[in-house]
């Protein structure tokens, strides 16, 4: 059917919709104007509502696509689609349908997801709706996400997703088939919990949780999907974001939800917040508990679902478990069977009090008095579950009056009148605390929005490091007001260490792109481990907490190696490795566990290779990829999950270095060899992404490094060269980027050396100046950085042979030996310096200690050809 044709059924339908049964068929006629396919094709859909039973359960729109569209199964089934081949459909939606493919090229088996427009079905609002969906799953990885594998357009023109196929039931039919009890539904709702407050920590509100959107695989872990009506918040709550549609405008005024999980400000059009999928989820969680929906209705009829769910207020959980015997038909189509353990009467004792309280907080009418976060409901049910007191509570007496006048304004008005004079100052009171809590909101939103949405909008942009300093000036002034508020308040506590942990990362994690405020970032670092070991403090045993506080162990490793060393590193590192361990013992399931394990082992290794300890560090490297491996497949062009596949070639580098330096130089120079392969693949497929480039950059050195080693001189200057090449394009580009600084001076020094054993004086000499004035400069920035320090004594004592190099060439004239010998016991005598300074501070790594005594051996040497 043609976009204009199908646009127009559709807008008839809703029309029509709205209409008593009476007026439908005057109206169609009139608005058909003698078109008789038209008017055919708008009651097909009119019928098709009417005959649904279950279509309380979905949209009207997605109905009627199902009815005109079969035919589009058999055409699609054998078709190839990239690089996979459609078997057989797995449902439709009201943007087209899901089928499941596998892999056609034979290049490794697998199944994936394919969700594809509808030919006819392309208007603008649904390709932008399309794209929107791939753009926030791209930014989404999470372990209870269904993950974004690949996306695109077909030579038709049809734009289409790749995703991870799940292979489960959904949420409701597992947890009933399964016989789940109380206990097991709530932690099961928790894993969910922390897919949609990871979506709303990226700014993605959902909109359409429902069971059906809920797969729980055989292994019992919960994947949300369909992120199709999902919405991008503003920086500011309520502000329009112009590249979205809002739920109003969205199809030409037709309301995009699933009635039954619809929030009231969703069925009022009003303005969607992260409130609106605590709503979803309150709803979520009644039928898990009860086996009912919230609200009791006479018909199925939308106009009376919707009366309910903006004016009727549900009844507890404990009552309606004993709701049998007294539904309506309607409700009793609203029924599925619960059959957790335990008699109705039994399950009513357990939901009475805190879980009644929890759940009808969610379902809360006003989005400002549901929890204020989805992390805060969640943080309820593990307390209720841990026996400890919850945050929510009955509506208050005040609370109650208020909605008492609501419904009877003409008997208070009187009343009203004579408690004015009284309640005058109260008011007073009130208002300014109210306005002294949305101020306090607002910072504590502002900070947010700077710290994670405008900063993650640039930080893998080339040039940007101005940008994001601005960024973690204001952001540090925002925090530190906001923690002045939070002692006590653990879900603010847990927000700030996030946000300080984020700040700290841009200041300085030699691991990442950064500003080179190494004494910023550990301040931040510590203010954020401050913040989770409080949180800790006054729950030991929890787990969110432990791993959050092994999260801040490790974010901090890397930044306390470079400023106070290995050592120190090395005892973080070791620390979040207890506590993750501890986790796994208790609940091998947690969702975070595994990364935070390789995240571990990753960063006790690192801190053993800079000790020098190479061996120790290859069994915690190997101990990653073996994590690794059962989350990645094989690097492929167009391959999944770049994140994952970058972390699994470098840690393919890291045991290759670790291999060369223990002995086995053909192993090393293997895996060296895949890992760049691996590297070249990420970067082509990203070229924009400045992470994907310096590892692509630092892989080139790596091998350089091998290369040169073997004496294959032409091969190793090969390789340094397109490192430095690279670095030189990455510095350009952002100047201020120190990371790419320090790579730079690396690889220019890199190609002098091996410029200077092929005889090539004048451009060894270049290079080898070109790094010493970008070294000296990030010195001066930098001037007690241990790390910087030990790079820098490298540096000088490679110059140092440099120099040694080209004054003992053949057929160099007396004068210019002079010269090189004189630049030689300069940089000798630099690097000894720095050397002594490491040495005070007690930071002379162990495979350093030799390195005195031969920096002196070379220091005598050059004095005594200068003598001579």
Known sequence: MPTDRWEKVDELFGTALELADDERATFLASACAGDETLRAEVETLLLAHRQAGEFIQAPAFEVGVELLKQREQQAQRGRLIGAYQIIRELGQGGMGAVYLAARADQSYQKHVAIKLIRRGAESQEIERRFRNERQILAALDHPNIARLLDGGTTPEGQPYLVMEYIQGQPLDVYCAERKLDTTARLQLFRQVCAAVHYAHQHLV?????????????????????????????????????????????????????????????????????????????????????????????QTDALPELFKAVVEQEPEPPSDAVLRVGRQTQANAKQTKPLTSAGTAQALRSKLRGDLDNIVLMALRKEPSRRYASVEQMSEDLRRYLEGRPVSARKATLGYRVNKFVRRNKAVTAVAALLLLSLLGGVIGINQQRRRAERRFNDVRKLARSVVFELHDAIEKLPGATPARSLLVQRSIEYLDSLALEAAGDASLQRELAEAYERIAGIQGNPYVANLGDGAGSLQSYRHALALREAVLQKNPTDVTTQLDVAQSLLSMSGAVEYAEGADAALRLSRRALQLCEAVAARQPQEPRLDKLLRSSNETIANALVAKGDYRQALVHFRQNLALLEKHCQPVQAGAENAACQRSRAMMLRKIGDAEWRTGDKTKGLELARQSLAHFETLAAADPNNAEARFALTAQHTALGNYLWEQNDLPKALQSYARALQLDEASVKADPENVQMRRSLITNANNVGYVLAQQGKAAEAKMKCDQSLTELENLLKANPTAPGLLNMAKEIYGYDGEVNVILAQRKGAAETERQRFWQAALKSYERSLALLHQLKEKGLVRAIDAQQEESLQSEIAKCRNHLKG
């Open 205 to 297: 509100v959902h909109r359409d949780l429902k069971p059906s959107n809920i797969l729980v695989t055989p292994d019992g872990t919960p994947k949300l999907l369909d992120f199709g009506i999902a919405k991008l918040l503003a920086p500011e709550n309520g502000a329009h974001d112009a590249a979205l549609p809002t739920i109003t405008e969205t199809a030409q005024g037709r309301q995009m939800l699933t009635p039954a999980y619809a929030s009231p400000e969703q069925v009022q059009g009003g303005s969607i917040t992260t409130a609106t999928d605590v709503y979803a989820l309150g709803v979520l969680l009644y039928e898990l508990l009860t086996g009912h929906r919230p609200y009791q209705t």
